[in-house]
């Protein structure tokens, strides 16, 4: 076997890995042989539902900005011992860790030149190791390589990213940073991953994604649900946002590609339920409303069913370039399940973060959703560096006026973070100045012109927090972000490690 390619925690339940089927068809397409293995679906059954939610709450411990956060501050951060500290509180810890070695001894019996593991974001971190340190410890010659965007996102210890960490401390042997569907290949060819990485120009050239190797029975979701790509990179600057550091370029998909992926799922694997894994499903507008029209068209002829759905994150249009006749288009085709970055109510603030977009937009936007029966996922940042008490009050006001859709539905959940993490990626980490953040003596980011605290921006936190439950919307990831917020503060008020 030329390469295994293997999915870890923390990663969603309902859905197989876009990641490895991805990889694995572009590998099968080059000459080379490959299987998949869904590490993150396997263990869920294989616990109990109350130990997954124990290690579901370890693989989310928040060491992201453990290497290179914006304060420059100099720490010695012994991360190693952070894991084992961790990993030791677990009382389901040695079925877990037996069951991590059952995994690394049934990819080895495959005598696999490469292991491929897919660290899809910060919560891949801690089980990357586990799943590393496991396969090493039967072959400590077995060479493995680290790929996704948890791989080159965050900085680990003293290192600059997660990669060049588990490389140094001698748990992979590359990673591929960056787009890796044609760098795998590479990879294949000479032994190393390309050291420059250029973005994929024509994602139409892609393979559709292989899931062959994974058993979809596995899977709880009443119909088959898939992920799939439609572009990559954003078409906004916003300056919190670090994507721009990460794909330089916005590309996307054609109308007609795309149609004929969700065409293949269907009738290979019975798909009717889709969610993109774009920044923004609606990046080429007229790109996206040709879509919508030709998914119409493909169920009105009976190659797509009529109850097809599909969703992914998306950015509020104003009326001129989003219509309705756009948002009835698109209904009919089954947009249902969006996440939209609203961030705040203010359109101060929102000129601050260059959303291009004001409260509004957000209101048509709202009209419409509940009036074509489309439903969403408000994202929002509280504690934004600009942000004063008025600008607060504004967004309070939103929740109160948009109640009304979250009690039709419209509204189906709203996350509210842990007030704004400053990204080094992002235009305030990259200049911090500009936006009037300083740091203080704990390393907690403030703005002193507008006496914009640590303290200041938690105690929003909560009021928000506490209006929407008075108000009955669904509030998303409580526990585990509460929790956090808890901990940071036990911690001596270090708002880079959770």
């Excluded at 420059?72 to 069951?99: G, N, P, Q, V």
């Excluded at 290192?159 to 001698?170: I, L, W």
């Excluded at 509280?382 to 929740?399: A, H, K, R, V």
């Excluded at 200049?431 to 907690?444: I, L, M, R």
């Amino acid at each position: 076997m030329d390469i295994v390619l293997l999915s870890i925690p923390r990663l969603s339940i309902e859905v197989p890995p876009l990641n490895i089927s991805q990889l694995n068809s572009c590998v099968k397409s080059a000459g080379y042989s490959s299987t998949t293995i869904d590490a993150n679906i396997e263990l869920y059954h294989h616990l109990t539902f109350e130990e997954w939610l124990e290690v579901d709450d370890y693989f989310q411990t928040d060491l992201r900005y453990t290497g290179n956060d914006v304060s420059h501050f100099k720490r010695d951060i012994k991360f190693m011992e952070m894991h084992d500290e961790k990993l030791s509180t677990l009382k389901c810890r040695d079925k877990y860790l037996a069951f991590i070695e059952s995994i690394a001894k049934r990819i080895l019996e495959y005598s696999p030149e490469w292991v491929g593991i897919s660290i899809f974001s910060v919560n891949s971190t801690l089980p990357g190791i586990d799943f590393c340190s496991a396969i090493l410890k039967i072959n400590p010659n077995q060479k493995i390589v680290l790929g996704g965007m948890g791989v080159s996102s965050f900085g680990v210890g003293t290192r600059p990213n997660y990669g060049e960490f588990m490389k140094v401390s001698g748990l992979a042997k590359d990673y591929i940073s960056g787009e890796g569907e044609y760098a795998i290949i590479e990879l294949l060819k000479t032994g190393e991953s390309p050291f420059i990485n250029p973005q994929i120009e024509v994602l139409d050239e892609i393979p559709f994604s292989d899931y062959t190797d994974l058993h979809l029975e596995l899977y709880p979701a009443k119909d088959k649900f898939f992920y799939l790509t439609g572009s990559r990179g954003c078409v906004k600057q916003c300056t919190f946002c670090d994507i721009q550091s990460l794909w330089k370029k916005f590309r996307w998909r054609s109308a007609e590609n795309l149609v004929a992926e969700f065409k293949h799922l269907y009738e290979k694997y019975g798909a009717k339920d889709f969610y993109f894994t774009d920044s923004l499903i609606n990046g080429n507008t007229k790109e996206f409303n040709k879509f919508c029209s030709l998914i119409v068209e493909a169920k009105n002829s009976g190659e797509l069913p009529e109850d097809l759905s599909f969703g992914g994150q998306w950015i509020c249009r104003p009326k001129s370039t989003f219509s309705e006749d756009h948002y009835a288009t698109a209904s009919k085709a089954g947009l249902y399940n969006l996440s939209i970055g609203i961030e705040s109510g203010s359109d101060s603030v929102l000129d601050s973060m260059k959303k291009s977009i004001t409260r509004e937009d957000y209101d048509f936007q709202m009209e419409m959703l509940d009036k074509y029966g489309i439903r969403c996922n408000f994202l929002m940042i509280i504690g934004y560096p600009s942000e004063t008490e008025e600008d607060f009050q504004l967004t309070m006001d939103m929740f109160k006026d948009y109640k009304k859709y979250s009690d039709s539905g419209t509204i189906w959940g709203v996350n509210l973070g842990k007030t704004l993490v400053i990204l080094p990626g992002a235009p305030i980490g990259q200049a911090p100045d500009d936006f009037g953040v300083h740091y203080d003596e704990h390393n907690n980011w403030y703005n002193p012109d507008i006496g914009l605290t640590y303290d200041v921006r938690l105690k929003r936190r909560l009021q928000a927090q506490l209006l929407l439950e008075e108000l009955g919307y669904v509030i998303k990831s409580t526990v585990t972000t509460i929790n956090s917020l808890y901990e940071i503060k036990m911690r001596g008020g270090y708002d880079s490690i959770a």
